[in-house]
């Protein structure tokens, strides 16, 4: 692949790497390799992997490895650039393993934090949600997921003094807002500051699973109030 910054090369770091590791174990070796080959210019490859993305394609690839219950490890790896182009490598990992993935298994292969388990204060949420501890110690941290359209009840964390809540996006793209405010985007990165005693509400978007880091804030008298649930109204104008 060669254009602007992307000089053309015969072997990239990836396979560098495979041929070390081939080398120390003598590991069998297979290229994922897409049917249709991607250009060599740089840009016009973004656009079609753009594309792909758009539409959610699944690529073909050439070849297959015969049997791989046969093997007991298996190393994968890929340039840094198929964070863009990523999706003939997924059509890979679906097939390879088996499997027709769930939505919510390919999620969770764009996270880091695990999904977890349905959130057992699902009672106070629109649409499903999951819940998985990330941390018990010093602060508890827990990481909540978020089926697409799926937001939980205004809400309130009460506090005499300190308290609140602080949230991290992790994963895909939701919606914070407090009461007499403006939403706010959440997208990876994104970090949000509840102070105590505060009505708000956070969720996914309409047309994406959402994933945040939780963590309560330690206050005086800490309590959760559940109020009403965000109206279709209020979430039908988000966008």
């Avoid at 080959?37 to 993305?53: F, G, M, S």
Wanted: net charge negative; glycine share 10%.
């Amino acid at each position: 692949m060669s254009g602007g910054n992307y000089p053309s090369i015969e072997i990239g770091n990836t396979e560098v790497i495979a041929k070390k590791i081939i080398a120390k174990t003598g590991a069998d070796e297979f290229k994922i390799v897409p049917t249709v080959a991607y250009p060599d210019d740089y840009l016009e490859t973004v656009k079609i992997a753009n594309d792909e993305q758009d539409a959610n394609a699944r690529p073909t690839y050439v070849g297959d490895v015969a049997d791989w219950g046969s093997y007991k490890n298996i190393f994968l790896g890929w340039p840094k650039g198929w964070a863009v182009f990523r999706l003939a490598k997924e059509v890979w990992t679906d097939e390879a393993d088996g499997s027709n993935p769930s939505d919510k298994d390919r999620f969770q292969r764009e996270i880091f934090f695990p999904i977890g388990e349905p959130d057992p204060y699902g009672e106070f949420f629109i649409g499903q949600s999951y819940l998985a501890p990330v941390s018990a110690e010093q602060v508890s941290v827990f990481n909540v997921t978020f089926e697409p359209s799926c937001r939980n009840n205004w809400h309130i964390h009460h506090a005499k003094s300190g308290g609140g809540q602080f949230l991290i996006c992790v994963g895909g793209r939701g919606w914070y807002q407090e009461e007499g405010k403006e939403a706010v985007e959440l997208t990876p990165g994104k970090v949000i500051n509840i102070p105590a005693n505060v009505k708000h509400w956070h969720g996914a978007a309409a047309d994406s699973w959402m994933s945040h880091l939780a963590a309560e804030i330690d206050g005086e008298d800490a309590s959760t109030e559940w109020c009403e649930p965000v109206s279709e109204e209020e979430y039908a104008r988000l966008k």
